[in-house]
């Protein structure tokens, strides 16, 4: 195993604003970051330990939440850095090649799509827009006498059984009324976006530990905004949030066009590089 790899944060075009933001850039090891360019392209990365990122050692430290956490950290403040001084194509989460010559590589074969994605991205920025269920105050139903089978005979057990019944029938009906006027809102809510971006991203909506507890998540949108109508669009969304009681709209950004990259099945294959991360 050779000591170090290197990492790649995202791909951009290459210039002198890029070449004075990098230096200052500290990548997910702490290392310095550089640039490397060829094509009229230039790859930001960084080394890392073959330690931690050959494929074996890297498929451990994937289930290590707070390892994760801070190399994801990291690598987006560097894609942010970098975007603040033009396009950049964020490259996933430890994607990494043996040397720079593959990273080369990377950059002339992948140079048809990498540059007219780069010059389509330039000047926007993309906002995340998240539809929540407004919170309620939950209805339990009336449940049947303690100890009591339902089917027990007996003075009032037929009542208690009734008003059971009617009790979830109401909650059920209740609870399809609010996802009816959560699918409304978001119809709302995604127009009065649309009308301001150049393009959208509907992404699975979070469940369980990401949705972090709170209230159900119906909608998981990103859009790309040119950055001259970043004022109109949160102004829009906003207004909209504001006449949909039956939801929570909660916005995010501006960031680094991540979800606009489009480059899972167009970065190719690492010419002798270790590994492509999650």
């Known amino acids: 195993m050779s000591g170090e790899l290197v990492y790649v944060y995202g791909v951009a075009a290459a210039g002198p604003g890029l070449v004075e933001t990098v230096p200052a850039l500290r990548g997910v090891g702490g290392e310095g970051v550089r640039v490397v360019e060829d094509s009229g392209l230039a790859a930001v990365v960084g080394p890392v330990a073959a330690a931690d990122f050959e494929q074996a050692p890297l498929a451990a ?19 942010d850095a970098v975007a603040a001084a033009g396009p950049v194509l964020p490259l996933r989460l430890a994607t990494v ?23 389509k991205l330039a000047g926007q920025v993309e906002w995340g827009v998240k539809v929540h269920l407004a919170p309620t105050t939950p209805t339990t139903p009336a449940a049947p006498p303690a100890g009591e089978p339902a089917r027990a005979a007996g003075p009032g057990t037929a009542g208690a059984g009734r008003a059971y019944l009617r009790a979830r029938g109401h909650e059920r009906r209740s609870r399809e009324g609010a996802y009816r006027e959560a699918a409304a809102a978001v119809a709302e809510v995604r127009a009065a976006a649309a009308a301001y971006a150049t393009e959208q991203v509907r ?23 040119p950055s001259d109508s970043c004022a109109a669009f949160l102004t829009a969304v906003r207004r909209a949030a504001e006449s949909l009681p039956a939801v929570r709209v909660e916005i995010t950004g501006p960031w680094a066009p991540y979800s606009f990259a489009a480059l899972d099945d167009a970065v190719p294959a690492p010419g002798g590089g270790a590994a492509a991360g999650p």
């Open 97 to 119: 090649y043996r040397d720079e010559d593959a990273v080369r590589a990377l950059l002339a074969d992948g140079r048809a799509v990498f540059a007219p994605r780069l010059d």
């Open 203 to 225: 992404h699975r909506v979070q469940q369980g530990a990401l949705a972090g507890g709170g209230p159900e998540n119906v909608a998981n949108d990103a859009f790309l905004v």
């Open 61 to 79: 430290h994937l289930e290590d939440l707070a390892w994760l956490e801070a190399v994801a950290r990291a690598h987006h403040e560097v894609v």
